[in-house]
């Protein structure tokens, strides 16, 4: 029923800049929380940004802080990852996830998502 649709991802020189978009469809209410993870290859999947859509709590990963800017438009009820100087190890899948719930757990967390995305693999090259 929910349907998250990832965009955007794609190669990148060193120092560039992406733009990744999530479209959440398949309710009829907004989302409580959608965030960003990202997977490189042998390693675990990583939070990168959040945000909780009542009163637009933002978090971020410390490595992403600065670089990244998340932000959402909820008529659409899509989520952007704005990515500027990027970097060899930002190189990942960029998955979108999102929860209709609420639950104590941190937007940080991979366990508080419901949802996620099928990924699209950002590429920055040096």
């Known amino acids: 029923q929910v349907q998250l649709v990832e965009s955007g991802g794609g190669l990148v020189q060193a120092g560039g800049s992406l733009r990744l978009s999530c479209a959440a469809s398949?309710?009829?209410?907004?989302?409580?929380?959608m965030g960003w993870f990202r997977q490189a290859p042998g390693k675990e999947r990583e939070f990168v940004a959040a945000?909780?859509?009542?009163?637009?709590?933002?978090y971020y990963a410390d490595s992403v802080k600065g670089r990244f800017t998340i932000s959402r438009d909820n008529a659409k009820n899509t989520m952007y990852l704005q990515m500027n100087s990027l970097k060899p190890e930002d190189t990942a899948v960029y998955y979108c996830?999102?929860?209709?719930?609420?639950?104590?757990?941190?937007?940080?967390?991979?366990?508080?998502?419901?949802?996620w995305g099928q990924g699209t693999q950002v590429t920055a090259s040096s």
């Open positions: 945000i909780v859509w009542s009163g637009g709590t933002l």
């Open positions: 996830a999102s929860t209709w719930t609420y639950s104590s757990r941190s937007p940080t967390s991979t366990r508080r998502y419901d949802h």
């Open positions: 398949g309710r009829s209410y907004s989302p409580y929380a």
